[in-house]
């Protein structure tokens, strides 16, 4: 079981230690921090959580059923008006890797999403050639929406990015589909 809980100034030293190259930097955190990624470069960004109420940005630690932080995730671009958001810099700890711990962040991340912040649409981009979270994303109920073409310059190459999207309803059908079944047999 993962619970996501509210990333704190303790947790910035295991997270930088996670961040091993500009590469995976860019990779996890699109254009936003520089390499080696550190204190400042997170106190700056974690300063956005309370820059407005509500917040606008959302930043959590994945938690084990033995207390061990296991990942990271945030919500960002939070639209209260249009009543969407985006999920971003998703990373499951070096150690914990493929044991399906992404999959369950996701889906904390996305009942926040929809149960608590009652939003309608979350977005999220992911570099083409990250399988691994492309397989995560498209399980717990993203569609595709498109690939946007030499989005990210890292050296002297050039990273596509695809757009994916899920809505409320989508959620909801995958999640309790005898629900839909009903809703829809009564309509």
């Known amino acids: 079981m993962i619970t996501l809980k509210p990333f704190e100034p303790a947790d910035m030293d295991r997270l930088i230690g996670w961040i091993d190259s500009p590469e995976f930097l860019l990779q996890w955190a699109g254009p936003i921090f520089t390499y080696p990624l ?13 820059q407005s109420n ?41 150690n914990k890797r493929g044991q399906g711990l992404g999959e369950h962040m996701m889906i904390q991340m996305l009942r926040i999403a929809f149960d608590q912040l009652h939003l309608h649409r979350i977005d999220l981009r992911v570099f083409d050639f990250n399988a691994g979270a ?7 109920g993203f569609i595709k929406e498109g690939l946007i ?8 190459s050039y990273w596509s990015l695809y757009q994916y999207s899920l809505l409320e309803h989508e959620w909801r059908q ?8 009903v809703k829809q047999n009564h309509s």
């Open 38 to 50: 550190d204190k400042a470069q997170l106190e700056q960004h974690c300063k956005q959580v309370d």
């Open 54 to 94: 509500p917040p606008s940005l959302l930043i959590f630690k994945a938690v084990d059923s033995r207390n061990d932080v296991v990942g990271h995730i945030e919500l960002s671009h939070i639209d209260y008006l249009n009543l969407s958001a985006s999920i971003s810099r998703v990373l499951v700890a070096p």
């Open 134 to 140: 492309i397989a995560c994303y498209e399980k717990v």
């Open 149 to 156: 073409r030499d989005a990210r310059k890292m050296g002297e």
């Open 174 to 181: 995958k999640n309790n589909p005898r629900s839909s079944s």
